[in-house]
């Protein structure tokens, strides 16, 4: 008999609203106490980008931004502010494409995404943009040992982003930070249940645990953090970088 498997999430619902500077982990083992939430070895806690972005100071007044030419004619046609035009530019090491009042480009991290993941969303002051971590996965490492400092258990952490799908509508979360757990699982060289030997099967599994968390984060419900119990995946370690495709194997630059 197959082994039955079971995921359990939990969103902590008292975590205050962020501030640059706040002690993120530190927040997160508070509500964690507060809510009688004390998770084993190999939990995952999933985190949204916006509160990084947010304790880590990656916020611009949109006051201090002076948009280009570019940026104008680009607002001026598809009504946009011509400030958070040009602040997706300078975010942007490549524009992918730019038209119809979409901008989708390729990060300085390397993901390809929209607006560089620049984002005006779930800031209380309308001035105000918030920018992608400069090192998610760094990020995700610095939490990741206080976690596991302060709780005396070994956990992963991963930190999501909303992304779109190229021929798919909708958004689903995605990991940009990753510590702890290996993102990816491999399936070549083994075989299926026939026999036959997978060649070509590679799975995203921190893609995979970000998108379940995704569900209980909402973006109108302010629950920023998840914690993913159950998952028993390989206990060797990477980063989301080794989840973007290189260029030389990539079809569609």
């Not at 730019?98 to 390809?112: D, L």
């Not at 992963?156 to 702890?180: H, K, N, T």
Request: with cysteine; hydrophobic share 40%.
């Amino acid at each position: 008999m197959d082994t039955i498997l079971k995921l359990f999430l939990t969103a902590l619902e008292t975590l205050p609203e962020f501030q640059p500077g706040d002690d993120l982990a530190q927040e997160i083992l508070a509500a964690a106490s507060r809510e009688d939430l004390s998770w084993k070895d190999h939990a995952v806690v999933v985190i949204a980008q916006k509160v990084i972005s947010k304790t880590e100071g990656q916020t611009v007044d949109l006051g201090t931004i002076e948009p280009s030419d570019r940026a104008r004619r680009f607002a001026e046609e598809y009504d946009k502010d011509p400030r958070l035009v040009e602040l997706v530019l300078q975010q942007s090491r490549r524009i992918v494409r730019m038209e119809r009042g979409v901008i989708i480009s390729e990060t300085h991290h390397g993901f390809v995404c929209a607006n560089a993941g620049v984002d005006r969303s779930n800031i209380p002051d309308d001035r105000m943009a918030t920018l992608l971590p400069e090192n998610p996965d760094a990020s995700a490492q610095k939490i990741r040992e206080k976690l596991t400092a302060a709780m005396g258990v070994d956990c992963a952490v991963i930190i999501s982003d909303s992304f779109g799908r190229p021929w798919r509508l909708g958004q689903v979360d995605v990991a940009i930070g990753v510590a702890g757990i290996a993102p990816l699982e491999d399936y070549c060289g083994r075989v299926d249940r026939h026999g036959k030997e997978l060649n070509a099967t590679c799975i995203a599994v921190a893609d995979e645990l970000t998108a379940a968390a995704g569900l209980l984060m909402r973006k109108d419900a302010g629950r920023p953090v998840v914690v993913v119990e159950g998952f028993t995946g390989s206990e060797s370690s990477g980063r989301a970088a080794d989840l973007m495709r290189v260029p030389g194997k990539d079809l569609f630059r």
